[in-house]
């Protein structure tokens, strides 16, 4: 470990004081090249290898063929599409599930079917097309979806069994709920075994109907969305359970579901318990709940977890391969995000992680020396790091470089891996790491893909938060050919919500291309994660609760304070610019402190809480009720006669997550107060602009501070 915290002294030195430095050449970027809808965009990502795992055998997959790989980069072709002879569109999303078969699976929005590289004979196929949901069980190859008329379905070989009558809009069965809170992502669970299905039921019969407009038709059409908003009527949420083998579907007795949550469903190895998550409204008491899968009766509540802020499970608890008698569960308790190691009966036997660090990730087990492989931020903030940690003991065993920001994928049996990572100056490499010996196999080391164009500098370091004692991490963005005499504009681009980060250790500091686009045009760009971020531990991540948008302005103000101090920053062209949470941070700051941005644009902007969501919202903000004085706070209707500077707001105008209603009613607070922002929606498009829009949107953002921020 010594060895470890010496180089990372190193990495500090070089990496916060120094500077990532690209030598200008001729070429300059569009925004086709660098905007993810660009035309160009895909040919200027760092090399890649789409890679998995068939047992402990690497494999590859390029578009119209799959094979083996070994330590040393060499391919072996085992199948081509041609071969398959299946109408399908890519063998990129192939996945080999059983580890001692030969067999490939692959599907399309038709069919998916097992493929056998060895005898060249497709073995297996399955019809998918009618599916809008699906989750399939590889021990029972049974098929769980739902048809477009709302129903729950399972084939089960040629058998096909309906679950449900009453699926609609309003009863949903089989999708994600609580709005993807909570770690949710999917409604379906298969067993270990495949012979049950655990599922989603949310009745929102009783939620309020947002008027969300379709003007494509000659005659608009009414399209309205359940949206939930905080302090209001929520849906109710109840999970059955189907077995293949009696046809018939039982329900948990976890009680009324009423002003609850219910999350991170977990199988124990013999599929006859399920472990449950469940949280208040308040979600300021957690319990895990175990039940019977076969009568769906309450066995016993073996966890519990109470806050005076809130508590939120994002991962299912993990049995240990080698032994169905212990789990692994995650918990932030004592400050982060750390393992713990649990008995089936919920007694806690030992704290398996623990420091001034957060586990990001669990990746999987290495079976033979037992061990779970986990990322971490334990060797700096802004870095993700590979790890084995030993179950007997505790004993961590870093298995990367030590640097950078890497994403590993381990075997069946947890003796290999393969990592991908990045650091500021490495686009991309992938190392095929053997966990038992931690020898490291170089597979492709990516070339700068930018190479050739006008490239501007990178920068990262630190400064203190507005209490005086927190590191804060930010990354500035300056021009090609930078000259420290002149002064520039410059753009702060902030997001700053819970969930997400700005700045990290992997390429060009996490930078996003647009700022890249924006130095390219003569900009400084400068990014700050503030208090209320992620990955930083509970009380970095609480400290903005029951108050959203203070503690984080204070922040943001800290790192104009730090601007002003940079003689080449021009303090009287300062404009501010986000999305999202972004959005309303953008527009907190211009109205909060109208002598210091001069322009903004503000995308998808959260405008008043209380017509926010019912899950996040209230997890951060309470109710309107129960927090008056903090919604009042944090809302941007009553500010809106202190705007001065150029203001664009930027909506899609069918946004599901942050709706029309926020930017509307902040227009009709500036019509009242006299104030002028500008406006522009995007008919048909979502939270976010999809595909080529998104270029258009870009280059709307970048016009704005073109118009009044140059000047």
Same mark, same amino acid.
């Given at each position: 470990?010594?060895?470890?915290?010496?180089?990372?002294?190193?990495?500090?030195?070089?990496?916060?004081?120094?500077?990532?430095?690209?030598?200008?050449?001729?070429?300059?970027?569009?925004?086709?090249?660098?905007?993810?809808?660009?035309?160009?965009?895909?040919?200027?990502?760092?090399?890649?290898?789409?890679?998995?795992?068939?047992?402990?055998?690497?494999?590859?997959?390029?578009?119209?063929?799959?094979?083996?790989?070994?330590?040393?980069?060499?391919?072996?072709?085992?199948?081509?599409?041609?071969?398959?002879?299946?109408?399908?569109?890519?063998?990129?999303?192939?996945?080999?599930?059983?580890?001692?078969?030969?067999?490939?699976?692959?599907?399309?929005?038709?069919?998916?079917?097992?493929?056998?590289?060895?005898?060249?004979?497709?073995?297996?196929?399955?019809?998918?097309?009618?599916?809008?949901?699906?989750?399939?069980?590889?021990?029972?190859?049974?098929?769980?979806?739902?048809?477009?008329?709302?129903?729950?379905?399972? &084939?089960? =070989? *040629? #058998?096909? @069994?309906?679950?449900?009558?009453?699926? +609609?809009?309003?009863? !949903?069965?089989?999708?994600?709920?609580?709005?993807?809170?909570?770690?949710?992502?999917?409604?379906?669970?298969?067993?270990?075994?495949?012979?049950?299905?655990?599922?989603?039921?949310?009745?929102?019969?009783?939620?309020?109907?947002?008027?969300?407009?379709?003007?494509?038709?000659?005659?608009?059409?009414?399209?309205?969305?359940?949206?939930?908003?905080?302090?209001?009527?929520?849906?109710?949420?109840?999970?059955?359970?189907?077995?293949?083998?009696?046809?018939?579907?039982?329900?948990?007795?976890?009680?009324?579901?009423?002003?609850?949550?219910?999350?991170?469903?977990?199988?124990?190895?013999?599929?006859?318990?399920?472990?449950?998550?469940?949280?208040?409204?308040?979600?300021?008491?957690?319990?895990?709940?175990?039940?019977?899968? &076969?009568? =769906? *009766? #309450?066995? @016993?509540?073996?966890?519990?977890?109470? +806050?005076?802020?809130? !508590?939120?499970?994002?991962?299912?608890?993990?049995?240990?391969?080698?032994?169905?008698?212990?789990?692994?569960?995650?918990?932030?308790?004592?400050?982060?995000?750390?393992?713990?190691?649990?008995?089936?009966?919920?007694?806690?036997?030992?704290?398996?992680?623990?420091?001034?660090?957060?586990?990001?990730?669990?990746?999987?087990?290495?079976?033979?020396?037992?061990?779970?492989?986990?990322?971490?931020?334990?060797?700096?903030?802004?870095?993700?790091?590979?790890?084995?940690?030993?179950?007997?003991?505790?004993?961590?065993?870093?298995?990367?470089?030590?640097?950078?920001?890497?994403?590993?994928?381990?075997?069946?049996?947890?003796?290999?891996?393969?990592?991908?990572?990045?650091?500021?100056?490495?686009?991309?490499?992938?190392?095929?790491?053997?966990?038992?010996?931690?020898?490291?196999?170089?597979?492709?080391?990516?070339?700068?893909?930018?190479?050739?164009?006008?490239?501007?500098?990178?920068?990262?370091?630190?400064?203190?938060?507005?209490?005086?004692?927190?590191?804060?991490?930010?990354?500035?963005?300056?021009?090609?050919?930078?000259?420290?005499?002149?002064?520039?504009?410059?753009?702060?681009?902030?997001?700053?919500?819970?969930?997400?980060?700005?700045?990290?250790?992997?390429?060009?500091?996490?930078?996003?291309?647009?700022?890249?686009?924006?130095?390219?045009?003569?900009?400084?760009?400068?990014?700050?994660?503030?208090?209320?971020?992620?990955?930083?531990?509970?009380?970095?991540?609480?400290?903005?609760?029951?108050?959203?948008?203070?503690?984080?302005?204070?922040?943001?103000?800290?790192?104009?304070?730090?601007?002003?101090?940079?003689?080449?920053?021009?303090?009287?062209?300062?404009?501010?610019?986000?999305?999202?949470?972004?959005?309303?941070?953008?527009?907190?700051?211009?109205?909060?402190?109208?002598?210091?941005?001069?322009?903004?644009?503000?995308?998808?902007?959260?405008?008043?809480?209380?017509?926010?969501?019912?899950?996040?919202?209230?997890?951060?903000?309470?109710?309107?009720?129960?927090?008056?004085?903090?919604?009042?706070?944090?809302?941007?209707?009553?500010?809106?006669?202190?705007?001065?500077?150029?203001?664009?707001?930027?909506?899609?105008?069918?946004?599901?997550?942050?709706?029309?209603?926020?930017?509307?009613?902040?227009?009709?607070?500036?019509?009242?107060?006299?104030?002028?922002?500008?406006?522009?929606?995007?008919?048909?498009?979502?939270?976010?602009?999809?595909?080529?829009?998104?270029?258009?949107?870009?280059?709307?953002?970048?016009?704005?501070?073109?118009?009044?921020?140059?000047?």
């Amino acid at each position: 470990m010594m060895k470890i915290k010496k180089s990372l002294g190193i990495l500090c030195v070089l990496g916060f004081l120094g500077t990532t430095t690209m030598i200008a050449q001729d070429r300059l970027f569009t925004l086709e090249d660098l905007n993810f809808g660009g035309t160009n965009y895909r040919k200027m990502l760092p090399r890649n290898l789409w890679l998995s795992w068939w047992g402990d055998q690497l494999m590859y997959q390029d578009a119209e063929e799959g094979g083996s790989i070994d330590a040393k980069g060499n391919r072996k072709a085992l199948f081509s599409l041609k071969d398959v002879g299946a109408d399908l569109h890519s063998a990129m999303d192939a996945t080999y599930p059983y580890p001692d078969q030969p067999l490939v699976l692959l599907s399309n929005r038709e069919q998916q079917l097992l493929y056998n590289f060895e005898t060249r004979q497709v073995e297996w196929t399955q019809p998918t097309k009618e599916a809008t949901v699906s989750e399939w069980s590889s021990a029972s190859r049974a098929l769980a979806y739902k048809k477009a008329d709302q129903q729950l379905y399972v &084939l089960d =070989g *040629e #058998k096909e @069994a309906q679950l449900t009558t009453d699926g +609609s809009r309003e009863i !949903v069965y089989g999708e994600a709920v609580h709005r993807n809170e909570f770690g949710i992502d999917g409604g379906l669970f298969w067993s270990p075994d495949g012979q049950k299905l655990a599922f989603y039921r949310m009745d929102q019969s009783m939620v309020t109907d947002y008027p969300q407009v379709d003007i494509f038709p000659r005659e608009a059409t009414y399209e309205p969305d359940k949206y939930p908003m905080a302090g209001m009527t929520s849906h109710e949420v109840t999970v059955g359970v189907y077995d293949l083998k009696t046809q018939e579907t039982v329900y948990l007795q976890a009680g009324d579901p009423k002003d609850r949550y219910f999350t991170n469903i977990a199988w124990d190895p013999s599929g006859k318990t399920i472990y449950m998550f469940e949280l208040n409204r308040a979600q300021n008491d957690c319990r895990l709940v175990t039940y019977d899968a &076969l009568t =769906g *009766e #309450k066995k @016993a509540e073996i966890y519990r977890e109470t +806050s005076t802020r809130y !508590v939120e499970p994002q991962h299912p608890v993990m049995f240990l391969p080698w032994d169905d008698t212990k789990f692994i569960m995650q918990s932030q308790k004592d400050g982060y995000n750390h393992l713990y190691l649990f008995d089936a009966d919920g007694r806690e036997l030992r704290q398996l992680t623990k420091g001034s660090w957060v586990v990001v990730d669990v990746l999987g087990f290495d079976k033979k020396q037992k061990r779970v492989i986990i990322a971490s931020n334990e060797q700096h903030p802004l870095q993700r790091n590979l790890y084995a940690v030993s179950i007997s003991n505790g004993r961590r065993t870093l298995l990367d470089n030590g640097r950078g920001v890497h994403y590993g994928r381990l075997s069946a049996t947890g003796r290999q891996l393969y990592d991908k990572y990045q650091e500021p100056t490495v686009p991309r490499n992938i190392d095929l790491i053997n966990v038992t010996n931690g020898k490291h196999q170089n597979l492709l080391t990516a070339t700068d893909p930018w190479e050739g164009y006008q490239q501007p500098t990178f920068e990262s370091g630190t400064i203190k938060a507005a209490d005086g004692t927190t590191n804060l991490y930010y990354r500035m963005v300056k021009p090609a050919g930078f000259d420290p005499q002149k002064k520039y504009p410059t753009v702060v681009y902030v997001y700053g919500g819970p969930h997400a980060h700005n700045v990290d250790a992997s390429w060009h500091w996490a930078s996003r291309s647009w700022e890249t686009y924006m130095a390219q045009k003569g900009y400084l760009l400068f990014i700050l994660d503030n208090r209320g971020s992620e990955n930083r531990g509970r009380d970095f991540e609480q400290a903005t609760f029951h108050q959203l948008g203070q503690v984080e302005m204070q922040d943001q103000m800290q790192g104009v304070a730090f601007l002003r101090t940079l003689p080449y920053v021009d303090m009287e062209r300062l404009g501010v610019h986000g999305w999202s949470f972004g959005g309303f941070m953008t527009i907190s700051l211009m109205l909060n402190h109208p002598d210091v941005f001069k322009v903004g644009v503000a995308g998808g902007p959260v405008i008043d809480w209380k017509w926010y969501e019912v899950m996040y919202g209230e997890r951060y903000m309470g109710t309107p009720e129960n927090n008056p004085e903090g919604y009042a706070k944090s809302s941007l209707i009553d500010k809106a006669k202190n705007l001065k500077g150029k203001l664009q707001i930027i909506t899609g105008y069918n946004d599901a997550t942050v709706v029309p209603q926020h930017c509307l009613s902040f227009l009709d607070a500036c019509v009242k107060a006299g104030t002028q922002p500008d406006f522009f929606a995007y008919p048909g498009e979502e939270h976010n602009m999809r595909g080529h829009a998104s270029v258009h949107l870009h280059e709307r953002i970048t016009q704005y501070f073109e118009d009044y921020l140059r000047k």
